[in-house]
């Protein structure tokens, strides 16, 4: 009865949802705990660098049964190479078979990391005795793991001193100089390793040869031997990604080692260390459109603080400073390095435009690289141009910001109206890199300022080429289109903008002056309306049409809108004269004088508006 009572309240069906509610928020919240605690990405060792084992593992000889039997059992001893011989079986084994048993236990504890107990065992056999029974190699790859690198290195010496052609031998003594930071003595090592191996050993080899010929510095033969390895070995990403890091410290051209990287990446998409090692190459080298493709890559497999940071001074460099903001804000939010979050506080005073505010924080003694370029760029918008050619030229070896700098350089002289040395500087920017399109651009605004259109014109083509839907270079087109007497073309160019953006005033006004000059009233008084219905407050564009009409002898229209103007800008001297000379042409010859004598409480010695009133004293 009472079952039945609590069934008719519903308090168990409320308990049921009110606990599928809560389980559904905790699953929630779960989710989005995960998805805002973002792992650091861990990137794995080369895997050049990893020491070759094939000699204990490899393709092991398949043992008897009671030699199996023999090994399982001394691999329960604490020290089975001590127990060995005390083992009767063992006794009656022929020398052959003897040797299986050293090897198998030294593959066992090898394969299980036991290292320890391996070394406590081989190091009190002799040398000739473990070079007899096949484990000089595993003695030395054991030491290896240890902390006594230079006794390892000694031993794989020994042991190539009496198996010459051990591949896996030479391999790793080589590998382990290297390691070692003994690339000179490592060297002829690979060499001989090279020598002796094929396929994917001598691939290994030639690449590792390659590696300790970069951090000699000697990176002309660093890039032979990439090139050798990849030939035994095409589908190794690392080794091509490897090769493009190596060419962008030789004079190869920008656009091999973007290929060179592409390469790698395509054998694998997933590596998001490469992304970022090529994003950082095309910061270096002005490609920042091509970084922001390559960090758009690299943060879908990690949401990396570095990656973000590099995402915002890309769009920083392009100018766009909100974009920038969004993965600075990030960066703030989320990284874990005070440094790094630092870096990120005086980046956004930057896209604020708190220069002022900004300056005193990169004025410390001790400044990295980025923040010292960034003081340079902050003095630079602050128009303290020697401030910033100066804070420039000390990080001009900078193999990070030695080409950014550059353009800052020929944009500061440009300023300055500097334009033969200015052309210099963009012209050895472009001769580097042919595909920035806003240097194109840039320059081509120097031909412009030159009154040199037919330059001019080949320039802001090229960069129409590479960014075929940018606006801003198609006006600087058509301005130079105009400059060398081609209007009409000026003016299809300027159309075709405004079908896709009917209301770009900058491409409005520019059309406007377009008709002006071909004297197409109609045209223009269209195009000055169109302008004023975007934009209403344009008080020029005001005064501009006012003053068209009244050529067109429509003078009403004129009044009005000049008396509209007016009435937000009294002071403005010359619409009240252009008002004075409408009523004047329309012998409203005491609405003229009003305007004159209100001009000239203004302006006293306006030479028009004196004149006009002359005019008026003979007729009124």
Not at 341 to 353: F, M, N, Q, V
Not at 365 to 394: I, Q
Not at 398 to 424: D, G, L, N, V
Request: charged share 20%; glycine share 2%.
């Amino acid at each position: 009865m009472f079952r039945h009572k609590l069934l008719q309240t519903g308090l168990p069906f409320l308990t049921l949802v009110l606990f599928l509610v809560a389980a559904i928020i905790y699953f929630e919240s779960e989710l989005l705990s995960q998805s805002e605690n973002i792992a650091e990405i861990t990137i794995a060792p080369n895997m050049d660098d990893s020491f070759d084992i094939d000699s204990v593992t490899g393709n092991p000889v398949v043992k008897p049964q009671y030699i199996q039997d023999i090994i399982q059992q001394l691999l329960s001893e604490d020290d089975p190479f001590a127990t060995i011989k005390h083992n009767n079986t063992y006794q009656t084994l022929s020398d052959t078979d003897k040797s299986l048993v050293y090897n198998g236990v030294s593959q066992q504890l090898i394969a299980r990391h036991n290292y320890a107990k391996l070394l406590s065992g081989l190091k009190n056999i002799p040398l000739s005795e473990r070079l007899k029974h096949k484990v000089q190699f595993s003695y030395a790859f054991a030491l290896s793991k240890g902390a006594d690198p230079q006794l390892a290195i000694e031993q794989y010496q020994a042991l190539i001193k009496h198996e010459q052609n051990s591949q896996s031998g030479h391999l790793n003594l080589g590998l382990l100089l290297k390691k070692e930071k003994q690339c000179n003595d490592a060297i002829p090592v690979f060499l001989s390793t090279a020598s002796i191996t094929s396929g994917t050993k001598k691939a290994k080899a030639l690449s590792a040869l390659a590696s300790c010929y970069k951090q000699l510095g000697q990176f002309d033969k660093a890039v032979a031997h990439y090139k050798k390895s990849i030939e035994y070995r095409p589908n190794a990403s690392h080794v091509w990604i490897m090769l493009a890091s190596t060419l962008a410290e030789t004079s190869a051209d920008l656009h091999s080692v973007l290929d060179t990287f592409d390469k790698g990446l395509a054998l694998n998409p997933q590596d998001y260390k490469a992304h970022l090692l090529k994003a950082k190459y095309q910061m270096a080298h002005y490609d920042f459109s091509g970084a922001i493709n390559t960090l758009d890559t690299a943060l879908s497999l990690s949401n990396n603080t570095h990656a973000h940071e590099l995402m915002a001074w890309a769009y920083l460099e392009l100018g766009k400073r909100v974009r920038a903001k969004k993965y600075l804000s990030y960066v703030s939010k989320h990284s874990t390095s005070k440094k790094q979050k630092r870096r990120a506080e005086y980046l956004l005073l930057y896209t604020s435009k708190q220069y002022q505010k900004l300056l005193p924080l990169l004025k410390k003694k001790r400044l990295s690289e980025d923040m010292r370029y960034l003081k340079g760029l902050t003095y630079r918008r602050l128009f303290f141009y020697s401030n910033a050619f100066s804070t420039f030229n000390k990080l001009s070896d900078s193999k990070a910001f030695h080409w950014r700098i550059q353009i800052h350089q020929a944009r500061m002289t440009r300023a300055r109206k500097q334009y033969e040395a200015a052309e210099k500087l963009y012209e050895a920017l472009l001769v580097h890199n042919n595909k920035a399109a806003f240097l194109w651009f840039e320059s081509a605004l120097i031909s412009e300022a030159l009154n040199q259109a037919e330059t001019g014109l080949v320039k802001i083509e090229n960069a129409i080429e590479l960014r075929p839907k940018n606006n801003t270079y198609k006006l600087a087109q058509a301005r130079l289109l105009k400059m060398a007497g081609e209007s009409d073309q000026a003016i299809t160019v300027v159309e075709n903008i405004l079908k896709k953006k009917p209301n770009y005033i900058r491409a409005l006004n520019l059309l406007a002056n377009l008709f002006q000059e071909k004297n197409d009233i109609n045209q223009l008084l269209a195009t000055y309306e169109k302008i004023l219905s975007i934009k209403t407050d344009d008080y020029i564009t005001m005064l501009k049409l006012a003053q068209t009409l009244i050529q067109n002898q429509e003078h009403q229209r004129a009044q009005t809108i000049l008396q509209t103007l007016l009435q937000e800008q009294s002071n403005n001297i010359e619409a009240r004269y252009l008002l004075a000379e409408s009523y004047f042409q329309t012998q409203q010859f005491k609405e003229s004088l009003t305007e004159i004598d209100q001009l000239l409480r203004l302006e006293k010695n306006y030479q028009q508006a004196i004149a006009l009133k002359d005019k008026l004293s003979t007729i009124i």
